[in-house]
């Protein structure tokens, strides 16, 4: 059974926006640092690894998409370029500024091309897995392969086609789902539900995910099985994480009660802070393309409106814990997040510090 190969159980979630800095601070002060490469070109993700290996010998950790891509539907997009019209129209745009490609690629040649190349010492994936001469080709470099799962099903799906680790990814966590058994969003469970079930199904290391984001979370995901806890929201206000102005204020400002799973910026399940228009159209939109379709028409209202200093159609990924994030560097939040940890693992009952 194969293990994290950093020096501490703890995983920063792959962000899109955060590039090397945050996975070099974090691999550096012993944790596992994550790039997200689904919104990069296989030149920016090449670029990327090698400002990451310029600066760190750590071991580190990349991480794709693998949905499908769906197939050209001009009605839908009409649809959502009428949604999108009154705001166009507000922010003093012509609506033929509105994209129809896609937001996000999936792994597929070109990518593995540059793992086979880079040899990331991690390789992770988000939907599924890419298909399996692709994952064959990733297995060959001797990568750390792991997946998310949402539900026991997923976690039964993973294990079977041979992934090394598996992420427990409970409703609470920021960003997209990893779901891809299922499109219903009602039916998952929060992670404390999940990871034992998880844990109890399958013979591999599970990653506990989902709102975890301090020294309490970690230890009671540890004592609910885990074998480590992968950690996004807290890291978002570190100076490396590469957040907006507004963002960074969404966050300070943010209260337990404040994110929804929503569908408006890409097509699929996400959660994040809420906004404008995820109040006035949402969070769900049966009009939003499929994913990633969604977002070529979205961008620009978005950046139009964050110009203005407005974030009214920001995509302010985050979880429900983010009134925990803190301000301070990655590294020294990462040595401080296992700290905490191990004083609360050692604080428990004898009988339950065992399982920490």
């Known amino acids: 059974m194969r293990t994290l190969p950093s020096r501490l159980p703890l995983v920063q979630a792959p962000m899109v926006g955060s590039l090397s800095p945050l996975a070099i601070a974090v691999s550096e002060a012993g944790g596992l640092g994550s790039l997200a490469c689904a919104a990069l070109s296989p030149a920016q993700v090449r670029e990327q690894i090698g400002a990451i290996r310029a600066q760190t010998s750590a071991p580190f950790n990349v ?19 009428a949604l999108l019209a009154p705001y166009y129209k507000e922010a ?18 070109a990518m593995c091309g540059v793992i086979e190349e880079t040899r990331p010492a991690v390789v992770s994936f988000h939907f599924g897995l890419p298909d399996e001469t692709l994952l064959a080709r990733v297995r060959h470099t001797g990568a750390m392969i792991v997946s998310s799962a949402t539900t026991v099903e997923e976690a039964r799906w993973l294990e079977e086609r041979g992934v090394d680790a598996i992420i427990a990814q409970g409703v609470e966590a920021g960003g997209h789902r990893g779901m891809f058994l299922t499109k219903d969003i009602h039916a998952q469970p929060g992670l404390f539900a999940l990871l034992p079930q998880i844990v109890d199904a399958v013979s591999l290391p599970v990653i506990a995910a ?35 102005g507004i963002h960074r204020a969404a966050l300070r400002a943010a209260r337990d009660d404040m994110t929804r799973l929503t569908n408006l910026y890409t097509g699929r399940p996400a959660r994040g802070l809420m906004t404008r228009f995820m109040r006035e159209q949402g969070p769900m939109n049966e009009t939003a393309p499929a994913f990633p379709m969604a977002t070529g028409a979205v961008d620009p209202l978005r950046a139009a409106f964050e110009n203005e200093g407005n974030g009214d159609f920001s995509v302010l990924w985050s979880g429900e814990a983010a009134a925990l994030a803190r301000e301070e560097d990655a590294g020294a ?9 191990l004083k609360c693992a050692s604080s428990l009952p004898s009988s339950m510090a065992s399982c920490v």
């Open 63 to 81: 991480n794709f998409f693998c949905h499908t891509r769906p197939a050209p539907d001009d009605e839908a997009q009409a649809k959502w370029q």
């Open 92 to 109: 003093g745009l012509d609506l033929s500024a509105a994209r129809t490609g896609p937001g996000r690629a999936p792994f597929d040649e």
């Open 210 to 244: 989902g709102a975890i984001a301090d020294g309490r979370g970690i230890a009671a995901a540890f004592a609910l099985g885990a074998s480590a806890v992968q950690i996004g929201t807290a890291y978002m206000l570190t100076p490396q994480a590469g957040r907006s």
């Open 333 to 341: 939040l990462t040595r401080q997040l296992w700290e905490d940890a």
